[in-house]
């Protein structure tokens, strides 16, 4: 399942606005984003430049901690993460994975990113606002997954994120139409597998 970038950067997106006090214009922006909808448009590169994936779906995003991420193209793909669940489900292989949220892992794990209340991620981040309404994010340390994300806004809106992993490999995420703090179903938080669905169970 080709879903861990994809992975990170919704729990990215998920972390309290405490964390980013240090930084007080990202902070406004956080503090303001309660609920995201959105179509996403997502690319990959390699260190030389050359496209290695492309795929574009929607996804919704609540704060603090739900979200739901579905690749339609070129595969059919869902991430669902609720308060104690993370699923993360494949159609095209009728196969389902339940994984308990846990907090004890690294310290750029998505475990502990979902963590809004673990202040240690404060000490792991660099952010610099290079110009308005961008901004840049390095790890402090050099064994994290990614060397550098950036964050574009438009406004109040989250308009792009572009990651750099250690071995120069670029994912690049696009979003548009953009609905912010408007009312989502529960039930898109909510995954129930099929009876013709394998359920691999890490709980």
């Known amino acids: ?7 990170y950067f919704i729990l ?9 006090a240090q930084n007080t214009a990202l902070s406004d922006k956080l503090t303001k984003l309660h609920s995201m909808q959105a179509h996403f448009s997502q690319t990959i590169h390699d260190a030389h430049g050359r496209v290695l994936d492309q ?14 991420w579905e690749t339609i ?27 308990k949220r846990r907090s004890e892992n690294n310290s750029f794990s998505p475990a502990l990113l979902l963590s809004s209340t673990n202040q240690k991620i404060l000490e792991d981040f660099i952010i610099t606002e290079n110009k308005k309404n ?26 792009s994120m572009t990651m750099e992993d250690q071995l120069g490999q670029n994912t690049s995420v696009q979003f548009s139409n953009i609905k912010l703090n408007k009312p989502i179903p529960e039930q898109d938080f909510i995954f129930k597998p099929t009876h013709d669905t394998e359920v691999i169970d890490q709980t």
């Open 12 to 20: 990215f997106l998920l972390l309290s606005s405490d964390v980013f």
């Open 55 to 68: 795929s574009e779906g929607t996804m919704a995003l609540q704060r603090p901690g739900k979200f739901r």
């Open 73 to 99: 193209k070129p595969h059919q793909q869902l991430v669902i993460v609720s308060e104690k669940v993370i699923w993360i489900y494949d159609k095209d292989l009728a196969q389902a994975v339940k994984q």
């Open 1 to 7: 399942m080709k879903i861990t970038k994809i992975f």
């Open 134 to 159: 961008i901004f840049l994010l390095k790890p402090r340390k050099d064994r994290e997954l990614f060397k550098k994300i950036i964050l574009q806004f438009n406004q109040e809106a989250l308009q």
